[in-house]
């Protein structure tokens, strides 16, 4: 406002000071049609500074008419809910995409009389694929069995051991070396007391006991509570058949050698008993005369 009021008193200033010169020049001169020009220049000066003030009033007043804007408040993001924890336990599948062809509980083998615990699942897959280490863990140990052939052994969170077997070769990874879900442990293959080349996959507690692995893989579980302990231990009662395209070598000469000396304690009369260790007792009828 101080601006506005300052603009018009600059006007009126200035229209006196044309109006103080004009008179000065006109002094000299006394002639009447100085004089008459003198008045027609001092009354459109005097105009001109009129229409300037009218201006500059109606500017002002104008400006101190106007409505002061109305703030305007920021718009505020709804603030969601927190994201949920990370899940105490993630488990990923061995062998990603392929399938469990001999699943875990009792089994029987062609070569076997009996049924047994098969404690893990064999998954099927070309020689030479890579298998991954199911939930982080740290290696511990890794060597070559006469059964199992080549394994690898990770330890991980509360206790749970993971167990890799009939591999090709593995990795390279020393003890305690720490591995990270998903990374490489060992490739499949066919050694051991193998039909065929596969992965033999274990899962096992704190306390050694097998696990069923299907009940873990590839899932995730939000606490330590969820984790189906009880369930995955559970055997049932039904032995399975296992039916294999190639028996391991020197299993069916061994199963022959067993039949032969069946056959033969059977022509003296004789009975067979088979006792622990696979080792053959053999009762033979005496008759008098």
């Known amino acids: ?73 920021a718009p505020v993001d709804k603030v969601g809910p927190p994201p949920p924890p990370p899940p105490a336990f993630v488990f990923d599948a061995p062998l990603p995409g392929r399938t469990i062809n001999s699943p875990f509980g009792l089994r029987q083998m062609p070569w076997e009389e009996n049924g047994r615990l098969h404690e893990g699942v064999d998954i099927a897959a070309p020689a030479g694929a890579a298998v991954h280490v199911a939930t982080d863990g740290v290696v511990l140990r890794s060597g070559v069995s006469s059964t199992y052939g080549r394994f690898v052994e990770v330890v991980h969170k509360d206790g749970f051991h993971s167990f890799y077997a009939h591999l090709g070769r593995d990795a390279g990874l020393r003890r305690g070396t720490f591995v990270k879900r998903g990374a490489t442990v060992a490739y499949v293959g066919n050694s051991g007391r193998s039909t065929g080349s596969h992965l033999h996959f274990e899962l096992r507690n704190k306390a050694g006991e097998p696990l069923n692995p299907a009940l873990f893989m590839g899932k995730t579980f939000a606490e330590k509570g969820d984790l189906p302990l009880k369930a995955a231990a559970r055997v049932g009662r039904k032995v399975r058949l296992a039916q294999v395209s190639k028996w391991p070598e020197g299993m069916k000469a061994k199963m022959a050698a067993q039949m032969a000396e069946k056959e033969g304690a059977s022509e003296v009369g004789g009975q067979v008993i088979r006792v622990k260790g696979g080792r053959v007792r053999t009762r033979i009828n005496v008759v008098d005369g």
């Open 1 to 73: 406002m101080e601006t506005r009021f300052g603009a018009v008193l600059q006007v009126d200033r200035t229209s006196v000071r044309i109006l103080l010169l004009s008179s000065r020049v006109l002094a000299a001169t006394s002639s009447p049609y100085s004089l008459a020009a003198f008045a027609a220049v001092g009354g459109a000066i005097v105009v001109w500074g009129m229409v300037n003030a009218v201006s500059a009033v109606g500017a002002m007043n104008s400006g101190l008419d106007a409505p002061a804007p109305v703030p305007v408040a």
